[in-house]
């Protein structure tokens, strides 16, 4: 019968990576202390980047050469500390950090570990051949990989990568009402007014008249986000409304709707994209100064809507 871990596949493959180190540093314990040393091999990182140090190091400057986190390094030198192999002392240079070397027992020590890790580094070898003779290579791209693109942007990618904007088409005017109407509602305290109703009913109409568009984000064939790009003149558009299911609104399918009116308005050949917005809705702005919207008087075609705050222009 399959273990779980063989039906997890790929999903366990952290969980079996810690698993194997944790089996690696029990084994290595168990050969220190049948050697008759006091010393962990957990500490074999801190220590080893001691003993090749010619001048005593921070914290700070032991943790970013074998990359472990500042709290690590300072647990496993407290440890060697209690075993008093390391000495630590004030930094005279910066009173908020301090220097350690090792002390003289941990550099005597030194030359009882060494034949030991030459023992120790053949039986990994052959630990570490038996699943692939380039192993270490092989830990080194994926150790890279993880470093240059982190796993959870890659998830996030993949989710982003779901989302494909789509043009209006008539069957999609229900969609239209049930994403824009609830919110239109909450934003007018129930009170919508005839323009709003004539664009829940009919988006076609209130938006193309004008020679505007409307695009839908699509997320697993689910219509998830809109957003309605209005002509000004012959050289200014501005997108009018955009809204996203609160179900789905951290998969950056706002930044994917605005790149698709920022892509028609270049193919219109207009000069600019406008926006109107609430001071208070941070994130938005946050959102709207990444992709290069400034503050700027309003386009004489805008119709400044009772909750808007000000106006927004990008330059194209």
Same mark, same amino acid.
């Given at each position: 019968?399959?273990?779980?871990?063989?039906?997890?596949?790929?999903?366990?493959?952290?969980?079996?990576?810690?698993?194997?180190?944790?089996?690696?540093?029990?084994?290595?314990?168990?050969?220190?202390?049948?050697?008759?040393?006091?010393?962990?091999?957990?500490?074999?990182?801190?220590?080893?980047?001691?003993?090749?140090?010619?001048?005593?190091?921070?914290?700070?400057?032991?943790?970013?050469?074998?990359?472990?986190?500042?709290?690590?390094?300072?647990?496993?030198?407290?440890?060697?500390?209690?075993?008093?192999?390391?000495?630590?002392?004030?930094?005279?240079?910066?009173?908020?950090?301090?220097?350690?070397?090792?002390?003289?027992?941990?550099?005597?020590?030194?030359?009882?570990?060494?034949?030991?890790?030459?023992?120790?580094?053949?039986?990994?070898?052959?630990?570490?051949?038996?699943?692939?003779?380039?192993?270490?290579?092989?830990?080194?791209?994926?150790?890279?990989?993880?470093? *240059?693109?982190?796993?959870?942007?890659?998830?996030?990618?993949?989710?982003?990568?779901?989302?494909?904007?789509?043009?209006?088409?008539?069957?999609?005017?229900?969609?239209?009402?049930?994403?824009?109407?609830?919110?239109?509602?909450? *934003?007018?305290?129930?009170?919508?007014?005839?323009?709003?109703?004539?664009?829940?009913?009919?988006?076609?109409?209130?938006?193309?008249? *004008?020679?505007?568009?409307?695009?839908?984000?699509?997320?697993?064939?689910?219509?998830?986000?809109?957003?309605?790009?209005?002509?000004?003149?012959?050289?200014?558009?501005?997108?009018?409304?955009?809204?996203?299911?609160?179900?789905?609104?951290?998969?950056?399918?706002?930044?994917?709707?605005?790149?698709?009116?920022?892509?028609?308005?270049?193919?219109?050949?207009?000069?600019?994209?406008?926006?109107?917005?609430?001071?208070?809705?941070?994130?938005?702005?946050?959102?709207?100064?990444?992709?290069?919207?400034?503050?700027?008087?309003?386009?004489?075609?805008?119709?400044?809507?009772?909750?808007?705050?000000?106006?927004?222009?990008?330059?194209?």
């Amino acid at each position: 019968m399959a273990s779980a871990f063989e039906i997890l596949g790929y999903l366990a493959g952290a969980t079996r990576f810690r698993r194997i180190s944790e089996k690696l540093y029990v084994d290595g314990d168990k050969i220190y202390k049948e050697a008759g040393i006091q010393f962990k091999a957990s500490w074999f990182p801190v220590y080893y980047v001691l003993a090749l140090s010619e001048s005593p190091m921070t914290v700070l400057q032991i943790a970013k050469q074998i990359d472990f986190s500042h709290i690590t390094v300072k647990n496993v030198l407290r440890e060697l500390e209690q075993e008093e192999l390391v000495s630590i002392e004030q930094n005279p240079e910066d009173k908020r950090s301090k220097l350690v070397s090792l002390s003289l027992k941990g550099q005597k020590l030194i030359y009882r570990l060494k034949p030991l890790w030459i023992s120790f580094s053949t039986a990994l070898k052959k630990v570490f051949q038996a699943g692939h003779p380039d192993f270490m290579n092989i830990l080194n791209r994926i150790d890279q990989q993880i470093e *240059e693109n982190p796993l959870n942007h890659m998830v996030s990618q993949q989710e982003v990568e779901s989302v494909l904007v789509v043009d209006y088409k008539p069957s999609l005017n229900k969609h239209f009402h049930e994403l824009a109407g609830p919110w239109l509602t909450e *934003e007018l305290n129930g009170q919508l007014k005839e323009e709003d109703g004539i664009e829940l009913q009919n988006p076609d109409e209130a938006h193309f008249i *004008e020679g505007g568009f409307l695009f839908y984000a699509k997320y697993k064939d689910q219509i998830v986000g809109y957003v309605a790009l209005k002509r000004l003149d012959d050289n200014a558009f501005e997108f009018a409304s955009l809204y996203i299911n609160p179900n789905y609104r951290n998969l950056g399918i706002d930044t994917l709707l605005i790149e698709r009116c920022i892509s028609r308005c270049m193919e219109n050949e207009a000069d600019e994209l406008w926006l109107q917005t609430s001071i208070s809705k941070t994130e938005a702005q946050i959102l709207y100064d990444a992709i290069g919207f400034v503050d700027k008087a309003p386009h004489a075609g805008m119709m400044l809507q009772e909750l808007t705050k000000k106006a927004m222009c990008l330059e194209l």
